[in-house]
DNA sequence: GTCTATAGTCTGATAGAC
DNA sequence: GTCTATCAGACTATAGAC
């Protein structure tokens, strides 16, 4: 049983812990800074978590459901270009609010996912590969644009998440102004360009892509 | 005068510091690693270099020039949507030719552009602003669907770079395939159907994005 | 130019008083 | 539970022989 004080502390913990990870990745992060963070003594950090590595892995494992949700959430009896536009605005209201959390997850992978690889070739990839297959059904039944399902979902992961990884780029480049100023509108104008079905008359300029076959069982 | 050996041993250094820095971020690196992946001891290492801090920074002095020259490239008195088109099939070139580098400008992105600050807010800025400009007359001019440039050039650089920084995770996710199959032809599709101005009849279905206005002038 | 040896610093983690 | 003090190891960088 835990008291008041120490899931007080461990919240602490964390908290400063994600700003020191997420700016500055694993190895450029230290103990002394996240204690320093965090208002406790260093050896205070290493009474509530063994390890440098144990705090990472706490905000990791925290991390991951939310990492997942969104792309659960999409509804296979919904309107499919509804679904996909819905799933794409949770993701880029994720990197409104969870930006520490994007680019914790961006320093993982960037440094070739030693600590994400089981999750990301278990759970996410079988959720995505279902995600594709149902993607895949939706372009066969012409209730979408003609698309590869796994390039249309890397591409959400990447214009989303790309807001808050790469925050300091844009603030610059923009002066004062917000980053994500603008950006719900353009995503919102791109993919509906995108998946729009080509209507009855009129067709789509765009080549049909080359491979949905891989995904069209099931 | 530098002598053949020198510039092969300096040639050797970074490259080796290319592989360390891109994989593990400037503090992750050590001296001991690069030197180990050059072949040459770690004293060696700083006869060439001053310190850890002067390789790094070489390896983006490098860098910075190839990152301005696709956007540089671009041709005012091109055809627009040819013009983007070949702007975004150059980046995803480099990410494809260069995926090291990108994850070494991600990196530093990621930690708060803490070198590459003023890169960003003066040279890469200006020329981003004039690029922005030419997009919006373009736009103006009806020769490109309405969109706001800057978003445009951010999801250019976002979904041709994911390729090379989150390689890892397409990898673990794909398999064995080749992380970027069927990038070429999708991201062909999605800007065609993004930036074909909408013919005659049958209007685009997207609202036109709110502020193209700021980068009307010039 | 290249090496061995090492100085000096930083960092993760532990010991032990209170 | 929290602290001061400190250890052991890793790290950048330098000294000095060859």
Redesign the interface.
């Known amino acids: 049983m835990s008291t008041r004080i120490q899931r007080r502390n461990r919240g602490l913990i964390l908290e400063a812990a994600l700003d020191v990870f997420s700016?500055?990745?694993?190895?450029?992060a230290t103990l002394d800074e996240i204690a320093r963070a965090a208002g406790l003594s260093k050896p205070n950090l290493l009474y509530y978590f063994d390890s440098k590595e144990a705090i990472h892995r706490a905000l990791l494992d925290d991390l991951l459901e939310t990492w997942l949700e969104p792309l659960r959430t999409i509804d296979p009896q919904g309107d499919p270009q509804a679904e996909i536009m819905a799933y794409m605005r949770r993701k880029l209201q994720m990197a409104r609010d969870f930006p520490r959390e994007s680019?914790l997850f961006?320093?993982e992978?960037?440094?070739?996912?030693p600590r994400?690889?089981d999750f990301?070739?278990g759970e996410?990839?079988t959720l995505?590969e279902d995600r594709c297959q149902l993607i895949a059904r939706w372009v066969a039944q012409g209730r979408l644009?003609?698309?590869?399902p796994?390039?249309?979902v890397?591409?959400i992961?990447?214009?989303t998440q790309?807001y808050a990884?790469?925050d300091?780029?844009?603030r610059?480049?923009?002066?004062g102004t917000d980053p994500m100023?603008?950006?719900d509108?353009?995503?919102?104008?791109?993919y509906?360009?995108?998946l729009?079905p080509p209507?009855a008359?009129?067709g789509?300029?765009?080549?049909?892509?080359?491979?949905c076959a891989k995904y069209s069982g099931g």
């Open positions: 700016s500055r990745g694993f190895r450029g680019r961006a320093n992978i960037l440094q070739g996912a994400l690889g990301i070739a996410l990839r995505v644009a003609p698309i590869d796994l390039h249309l890397l591409s992961w990447s214009l790309h990884d790469f300091a780029q844009i610059l480049i923009r002066g100023a603008g950006a509108s353009f995503l919102d104008t791109l509906t360009r995108l729009s209507a008359v009129g789509d300029p765009a080549a049909p892509p080359s491979s």
